[in-house]
């Protein structure tokens, strides 16, 4: 499994654009790229996932350069409510792979 | 359509004691896992099932059985309960093949005196 790197925390103001980065320099071919959302007490909620370029939904993107060393999970004008742990995982999930959660970045938002 | 549930929702035990936390997904997903999240830190995963009858260890096995006799059904044994298995546990479920969103229950919150 490819071994992630975000960073620990990030801080924010409500309106902002806000975009976390995520590490996987040794992502294998089949795998995928996914990132999930946790709200204190509650358990994660997935997000969004790609594989390469850009994925759009209608809470996030995802960017994924070519070489697919990293990628970018962009929150457009965030919200209070946007304050969470967000975690990108990687891994060929086609086969039933294992999700492996790496410790996270804790997004604040201010008002 | 509940999607996971776990239960207990919260549960205090002596050191010692043995207790199985329930968890069952009714959307037939082939893929069940369970994790463990202590204060301020990631999720790491317990044990995990890719169908009924088969079983795998996770990063942190030690102290926990499951058994996977349903589609449904994965509960998490603790054997002797310890004070370093005071955590909040989490449920998940997913698909095998293709579209792999996984999907997680609220959780139980153990404590372990």
């Known amino acids: 499994l490819a071994k992630t790197t975000q960073p620990i925390s990030m801080d924010s103001y409500e309106g902002q654009e806000v975009n976390i980065t995520c590490s996987h320099n040794n992502i294998a071919t089949n795998d995928y790229i996914t990132w999930y959302q946790q709200f204190p007490s509650q358990g994660p909620r997935f997000i969004i996932q790609?594989?390469?370029t850009k994925v759009t939904n209608e809470v996030a993107s995802l960017f994924i350069p070519a070489d697919r060393k990293s990628s970018t999970l962009s929150l457009p004008r965030v919200s209070l409510s946007d304050t969470a742990v967000y975690y990108c995982?990687?891994?060929?999930?086609?086969?039933?792979?294992?999700?492996?959660f790496g410790q996270g970045t804790e997004l604040s938002v201010k008002p | 359509n509940a999607g996971v549930t776990q239960t207990p929702k919260f549960q205090v035990l002596k050191t010692g004691q043995s207790m199985t936390l329930q968890c069952a997904q009714d959307?037939?997903?082939?893929?069940m896992s369970w994790y463990r999240q202590d204060p301020g830190m990631g999720l790491r995963l317990i044990h995990y099932s890719v169908g009924a009858g088969i079983t795998d260890q996770g990063e942190v096995p030690n102290g926990y059985n499951v058994s996977r006799s349903t589609t449904e059904d994965f509960p998490l044994r603790l054997l002797s309960a310890a004070p370093s298995q005071t955590s909040v546990y989490f449920c998940a479920s997913r698909l095998t093949g293709g579209f792999t969103e996984a999907f997680f229950g609220q959780g139980t919150r153990l404590t372990v005196v």
């Open positions: 959307m037939n997903h082939e893929y």
């Open positions: 995982l990687v891994g060929d999930y086609n086969q039933g792979g294992k999700l492996i």
């Open positions: 790609g594989y390469k």
